[in-house]
């Protein structure tokens, strides 16, 4: 890690943030795009010497309309299933590259960036694949809990009960009816040396994270809640706080998986209740109290287990 | 020149080559017939006689994408494949031509499942016929040993850059040992500099690849990447001379036999072309006229050649190991049609179907399809196509 970005970490404060855009303004992510937000900053935190694969969705329709373009670090996209092994094979080539003394020795970043879709359901593949190689990439799920990209479509990683056009809430169903796809737990299991959580409402854990996952030698697995307004049906402004409210609730909560040792990083000492998160939004406007606390029930088994697991931090 | 010859198994004549083009990263996944390659490469990476990565992928599909994403990155890369784990990649064989990266890739022709079928033919070939890569179809092992070396050359130079494949047929050449010529590591590096890409992946250059494309940009984008494919034609050629001053070995995109005065053509690509070549010499013995076309370059495709080669004979007998099911025919016979639509003089096309899923085609089988086109076409009722050899 180079001394600014240690710095970062010291006394953290999002005025001393890096100046520099790496996902520069003008790209046509609608307004609060939790998305866009997680991208700026893992760019931020990772620096120049950073490069990316893109899978197709949001992340990349917003930022690569030709001739534009709103990378300012090497950057592909190629397909939709396909980032974590396009990010395998320039992990390679440097490393054939490097060793031939073709390219100069040095640290570079190699970044696999995918939303839900493309990380837990078409794209689970590719990714355990690659995991298993262990590639020294940083995996990036964007998690906007749904493909907002092909017009909002329900994915492994949409939550319980959440109204998607297709999981929609109708008189038999009441919208999603899978509990959210553990992807965390599943990146986990491959033994690779970090895997952690993180949130755009939560600056300071998402940098440290994103630093070390940089550091660690090894596959690294960061999946990032990114509220989508436009998807989740809420006032833009709000994208940031609803980020918040899933991590104070406790229903996405914060934590990392280093060589095997779970640690919660954000630990909440009274979670709010589901049902503030839950009314906050749009896509569960059809919810009863009953299916609340329903829902409520399940998000305190999933916490207490959570904690029976951590280490104390 | 004379040289020694070694006696290999083609699979290994195709490892040989991409280890002497001293790639950079090979990604690849096992599926018969292709597998000896994959496992000979393996083997070489192991014993540090290759100093490519060896990226053991868990597919098809995530071959080619870590070919592209090593490509895209400045690397040297080399994939193969067969039948299904073509198919599977197909949606990165677009993306590879599309975004103009120098991949070079073994298919071993093998035929599309259902019903599941180990055995050659080119159903795979021509089911990403579309796909925007440079494609050969090789005759033998000397063939694939050359084109494979050739290949990286031919995709690397800054007026093709597109990706390029050498087919050749599972079984029938891949599990066959056979003499082949190899050159010594001096010379392929004379032959094969190192890869110097103009744009690639790293942060002393940040470029943007595969950016989307609206209406207003996609049509040009295309008609560019059609005009340049074509283009390659001069580079293919012009390699091909630099490769018969330095190995004495030349090539051309049909190679004709006998051709000159033939009254009937006989026309395919691959392996058979051998055991045609045999059947057109038998049959010239017999008083029949007959010459031979084996098709080496398919895309971009030699429409003059195929027009000066055929153009004078009566009768072209196109042998096509592929059916174009519910279509007209066979894929390479269709195309040599259309050549001839507009000439004035063009010959009468015959387009047989033969040799599907490893079905033997012998010299006597292509002997009587001659006679049975010189039949349909004295009667007057020439099918448009006709699956050769099989039960009714
Ligand atoms: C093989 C394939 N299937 C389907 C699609 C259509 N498609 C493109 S993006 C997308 C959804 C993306 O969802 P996600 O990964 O969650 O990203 P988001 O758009 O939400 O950012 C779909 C279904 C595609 N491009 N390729
Ligand atoms: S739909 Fe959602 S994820 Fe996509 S650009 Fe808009 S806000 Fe961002
Ligand atoms: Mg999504």
């Not at chain 1, 990683?157 to 553990?182: E, I, M």
């Not at chain 2, 083609?10 to 990604?27: F, G, N, P, S, Y």
């Not at chain 2, 996944?29 to 192991?46: G, K």
């Not at chain 2, 080619?64 to 299904?84: D, L």
């Amino acid at each position: 890690m180079d001394e600014e970005r240690a710095r970062l970490l010291r006394g953290f404060s999002p005025r001393r943030l890096p100046k520099e855009e790496y996902f520069s303004p003008g790209h046509r992510a609608c307004q609060g795009c939790g998305p866009a937000i997680a991208i700026r900053h893992l760019l931020k935190a990772l620096g120049p010497r950073t490069v990316v694969a893109n899978a197709t969705g949001c992340a990349e329709i917003i930022s690569s309309p030709y001739p534009q373009t709103a990378w300012r670090v090497p950057w592909i996209h190629s397909a939709f299933e396909n980032a974590a092994a396009t990010a395998a094979g320039i992990e390679a080539a440097y490393k054939a590259l490097m060793r031939k003394g073709r390219i100069k020795k040095e640290k570079i970043n190699v970044v696999s960036l995918a939303g839900d879709g493309g990380t837990a359901d078409i794209g689970m593949q590719a990714l355990s694949g690659a995991l298993e190689r262990g590639h020294d990439c940083i995996f990036v799920c964007y998690d906007n809990e749904a493909y907002m990209n092909t017009g909002i479509q329900r994915s492994g990683l949409t939550p319980y009960g959440a109204a998607t056009t297709t999981s929609p809430a109708g008189r038999v169903f009441k919208g999603q009816r899978t509990w959210k796809k553990d992807m965390p737990a599943i990146a986990a299991a491959h033994h690779i040396p970090y895997v952690a959580t993180a949130c755009i409402s939560h600056l300071k854990d998402f940098y440290r994270k994103v630093l070390k996952a940089a550091e660690i030698e090894g596959p690294a697995y960061l999946h990032i809640l990114a509220p989508c307004p436009t998807g989740w049906r809420c006032p833009p402004e709000m994208a940031v706080e609803i980020g918040r409210m899933a991590v104070e609730c406790g229903i996405f909560p914060l934590y990392e998986v280093e060589h095997g040792v779970k640690r919660l990083t954000v630990k909440v000492r009274e979670r709010k209740p589901v049902r503030d998160y839950i009314r906050a939004q749009g896509r569960f406007r059809h919810l009863t109290d009953e299916d609340i606390e329903f829902i409520q029930k399940r998000v305190d088994e999933e916490y207490e287990r959570l904690l029976g697991e951590a280490e104390e931090a | 020149m004379s040289r020694d010859r070694v006696s290999l198994e083609i699979c290994e004549a195709c490892a040989e080559a991409v280890r002497l083009a001293d790639v950079d990263v090979v990604a690849a996944y096992p599926i018969t017939p292709q597998t000896h390659i994959a496992e000979v490469l393996s083997e070489m990476a192991a014993d540090g006689k290759m100093e490519a990565e060896y990226v053991n992928v868990e597919s098809e599909h995530s071959a080619m994408s870590v070919c592209i994403g090593a490509s895209a990155a400045g690397a040297r890369t080399f994939t193969a494949t067969s039948a299904q784990g073509l198919a599977l990649m197909s949606e990165m064989l677009y993306i590879a031509s599309g975004l103009r990266l120098p991949i070079v890739m073994a298919l071993v022709t093998r035929t599309l499942s259902a019903p599941l079928s180990i055995w050659g033919d080119h159903s795979d070939a021509m089911s990403v016929r579309d796909c925007g890569w440079i494609t050969l179809f090789a005759e033998n092992g000397q063939e694939v040993f050359d084109f494979t070396l050739q290949g990286f050359r031919i995709a690397e130079d800054e007026r093709v850059w597109f990706p390029f494949m050498v087919c050749l047929d599972g079984f029938h050449l891949s599990h066959v040992i056979e003499p082949v010529e190899l050159i010594e590591e001096e010379e392929a590096r004379e032959f094969l500099p190192t890869y110097k890409p103009k744009y690639r992946l790293h942060p002393d250059q940040p470029v943007s690849m595969g950016c989307f494309a609206m209406p207003d940009y996609f049509s040009e984008i295309k008609k560019r990447q059609d005009e340049e494919l074509k283009a390659s034609y001069d580079v293919i050629i012009e390699v091909w001379r630099e490769w018969e001053s330095r190995f004495g070995r030349s090539y051309s995109p049909i190679v004709a036999h006998r051709t000159e005065d033939a009254e009937v053509v006989v026309l395919i690509a691959g392996g058979y072309a051998g055991t045609a070549r045999l059947a057109v010499d038998e049959m010239r013995e017999k008083g029949l006229k007959v010459g031979l076309a084996s098709l080496k370059l398919w895309r971009p495709f030699p429409l003059e050649d195929i027009r000066k080669t055929l153009g004078h004979a009566r009768l072209v007998v196109v042998v096509d190991r592929a059916l174009s099911v519910g279509g007209a025919g066979g894929p390479i016979a269709g195309e040599v049609r259309s050549a001839f639509f507009h000439e004035e003089k063009s010959p009468v096309v015959a387009s047989f179907v033969a040799g599907i899923s490893g079905r033997d085609v012998l010299r006597s089988d292509f002997e009587a399809m001659v006679r049975k086109a010189f039949e349909y076409l004295d009667k007057g009722d020439l099918p448009y196509y006709e699956m050769f050899g099989v039960r009714e």
